[in-house]
């Protein structure tokens, strides 16, 4: 009985171990097939691979070109509009001075705003002006001035509206003499420079004309120097 | 008698089953070293074609942006050159 069991333990064993043998070990047919299969994957890797490096050879040469393409044609455009971009440039940091300044300089120094202005017309006139690229830097641009102008303006300058001369008797002098204007009428000069955009000539002004009274009447040199110059024509 | 017989018998046949599982005819240490060396190139290889293709590809994004650029660049000029004509 004792032997009949043990032999019936070895047979269990015995079966273990060649299952589990069967199951750890690899056949020289799987070796083979695995072998074959990955010798046929790293050609086709090594093949792709040559490919690649192929293709990025082309591209790097081809990004070469372009740089180069990209080089010379962006000198060709300085060539063209680098003196304009030039203007442009320098217009805006003159531009940018003023904003960066306090109301009260900003205000001393209002006639360069309307020397602003005109540069920007002038750079507006020129053919270039017409490209596409400097459309949205004018509009900005414009818009700085106006802020510049309308800060300018302060809350306590005055506007006047002239009237008739029959009526009103308004001239510059007459109207620099108002007691709610400056009540001095040698002051008038400073209504004459605030409104040069719109007076050429001081002794013509006309009917309905709106003019900005600048809130402080003390002349500044070049105001001064605008009615020295006036004076000496006149006589 | 007969019993220990058929043990005996038993004993062989579990000997013989155990030599043919012990030496059947699998793969040599030197040809599993093989495949596995196999394998470790193939793996390699993976990750080298995988860089390359970013490579590739990160190329291929940069060119597309500066062709769109050189593209301008010369339609400004074009424009600029009829402006000044």
Redesign the interface.
Known sequence: MIVRKLSLVMLLLVACVLVSSAQDKMTKEEWQNQITQNTKLRDDLRTQLNGLNKDIDSLNAYNASLDSKMKSTADQLKQLTGAYEASIADLNSKIDALTNLSDADLYARKAEIDQLQAAKDDLMKQKLAGMKRYQSGFASMQSKIDALKERTKGPNEKQYTVGTWAKDRDCLWNIAKKKDIYANAFAWPKIWQGNRDQIKDPDIIHKGQVLKIPADPTLTDAEKKATRAYWSKKH | MD??R??LL??LL?GI??GF??C????SEE??A??DA??A??SS??K??AS??T??SD??K??AD??A??TQ??N??K???D??K
């Not at chain 2, 059947?24 to 793969?27: A, F, K, L, M, N």
Request: proline letters at 2%.
């Open positions: 019993k220990y058929n043990a038993t004993f579990a089953a155990l599982a012990s059947s005819s699998g793969p040809e599993l093989q495949l196999l394998k190139e193939v290889l993976q080298e074609v390359k293709q490579i590739k190329l291929q940069q060119i500066k062709e650029n050189l660049q010369q400004e000029l424009e600029a050159q402006l000044l």
